[in-house]
Structures are given as C-alpha cells and as structure tokens.
C-alpha cells in the first residue's frame, strides 16, 4: 500500500497517475493544483487526501468552500506546495508545469521522499541544485518523462556498465520537414495537434517548436550524469521507441512500447517491480515500419539554443527554460507568432547575464530576468 503525494493532479500526468493509484488501490496523502477548483474537489472525494493544495490564491476561498464539509485541509500557494512536497510519505509525483516546481523538489528531497519527476523544467533549470540536494538527501529521483523512463528502463540490468551513448528519439512534431517560412503563419490550433501523444498544452507546444526535445537532452545529461555531446536526438516519427542506450561494445538496448504513459507513470510509482497495465500492447506486425532521421536545428532553433545551453551550463539552461516558458503562454494567448518562440529563446540566451555557477536565488533571478527580457522584446 502506498501513500503518494501528488503535484500537479489536474493536468494530463496528474490525472494517468490517479488512473494508476485507482487500478492498483494506492493511497493518496495531498494532491495539488493550479487552479482547477472543481477536478481538484472531485479528485479529493474520491481518493479522500488529508490535504490539498490549490495554487492559485484567487482560487484558495472556493476551494475551501468546496470541501467546507470534509475533514481536508486546504492550503495554497507555494507554500501550500511546498509543504504537500515536505510531507512523510512513499513518494511524491511532480507533474507541475514549469519551474514553478524547483522549489518543491528541493523540499521533498530535503524531506528524504523519493521523487517521480513528470516535471523537466525543474532540472533543466534547477540543474546541479536539483541533483546535489537529491544525492545528498539519499533519495531517488525517478523519471516519468517517457524518454527517460526508456533510457532509465535500458539501464535496469546494467550493473556498472555505463552507456557510451543515449539514443534521445523524438518524434519530430507536427511540423516536421517544415521550412521556418511555412512556421511563420502556425496557429495555435495546429501548434496543438500532436501526431502521437495526447498531452497538456505548454509541452506539446515545445513538441511542435522541439524545444521539448531540447529541455529532454538537458534532462537526460542531468539524469544520467552524461555530456550533452553523448546525447543523439534521432526522430523517430511512430513514437514506439520511447529512446535507447549504447554500451562500449556497440550493444544497443531500446525500450518499445505503445505511447501510454500510464506505463512510465506507473513503474516509476513502483519501481523495481511491474504491475500489470491496461495501456494497449504493441504489435510489431501492426507497426509495419520503423523509420529513422535527424532533426533540423537550422529550422527548429529551439533546439539548437537549448544544446548551446546545457554546453554553456550554469545559469544558461534556466535562462533559455523560462524565456521559453514567457514565450509559450504568449503564443497561447495568441499575442506572438509561433516563430517569435525561437526568437525568443535564442535573444533572451544572448542578452541574460551568465552565472557560472548560480545559487537557487540566482536561479529564480535568472527566471524574472527571462521573462523580462520577453516581455520588453515583444512589448508586454
Ligand atoms: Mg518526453
């Protein structure tokens, strides 16, 4: 029986990870949001938390209101948060969206919980703070992230050998083989169509500009402990090889498998063991085809500034994450091109002042100056 905290339970990993403590009966200590008041009540009388969370401080009278006739606390803001990731429980799920959940990573560590990361821009952005603060607590860092879960999965088994190699797949987006010109006139709605995968609106954006792959190889040299430089990205357009590793005698592992990520979720709830899963078994046969390419960097700058990031280090990760995070609500809110996103990736890494080796307040720092930086270019 588990007693699992989990942020972020109203967004698309918030709501698989409940599908899977619901089929397995696991225990649900907090659960937190934005502040999508009326999924976050339902979730809680169903799964009956002894606390809550909702983000939003406009949102903390309802959500009290709401559950005025059950014994749950209610807090909220990032206090609230970081208390749900602070309390003694088997392990604490983050599936927040943006680096808003640096800080409650570095709590539940700090707490000793064991964390299962759905959260990239966290370690992309928190970087050696995140990863320090977890070897020294002595806890476990657990990837949900489908790719690393993959990668993860490969590296079961491995003893000491370690990878010469990561094989990062992407599956290229909905504008693969686009020219920068054909991007120029993007609407959010075709931004929003993912080929393969069914997932929130800030990460399949990042999927459409590959930005996502960008902060995925930041992620995995955090994860891994590899150079960027042992990193490929392969586009792999079926999404049925979630990524692969390559040993010292040319030995490639990949791990297969339908694009559920009910099935990373869940092994990262109960690691090392595999319960079974309703997500749809693949068939090979079905499949046909596997093809296999390079991504365009030239097109897709995003990406490109993001592996000049992690080569630089430092602050450099968080200041291309958040200008990144600036520019995506901006193109939601339809009040910037889809071009402008890489546009403003890649200024705002030239213009933030680089700290070598940031503090967590340089790392926050680094965030406003970011998102300043977008706002003043696009005149916010
Ligand atoms: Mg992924």
Sequence with gaps: MKNIVVLGSTGSIGTQTLDVCRMHGFGIKALSAGRNTGLLEKQAREFQPEYVCIFSEDAYSDMKQRLSDTNIKVLCGMEGLCSLAGLKCDIVVNSVVGMVGLVPTLEAAKAGNDIALANKETLVA???????????????????????????QCLMGAGSNRPEKILLTASGGPFYGWTRDELSDVTVEQALRHPNWSMGAKITIDSATLMNKGLELIEAVRLFDVKPEQVEIVVHRQSIIHSAVEFADGAVIAQLGTADMRIPIQLALTYPERLTSPAKRLSLSDVGELTFGRADEDTFICLAAAKKAIAMEGNAPCIVNSANEAAVALFLQRKIGFNDIGEAVCGALGSVKFIPEPTLQDILDTRTAAEEYVAQRFGG
Excluded at 129 to 147: G, Q
């Design 126 to 152: 928190g970087g050696r703070l995140v990863t320090d603060c977890v070897k020294s607590n002595n806890v476990r860092l657990l990837p949900i992230d489908s790719e690393h879960s993959a990668i993860f």
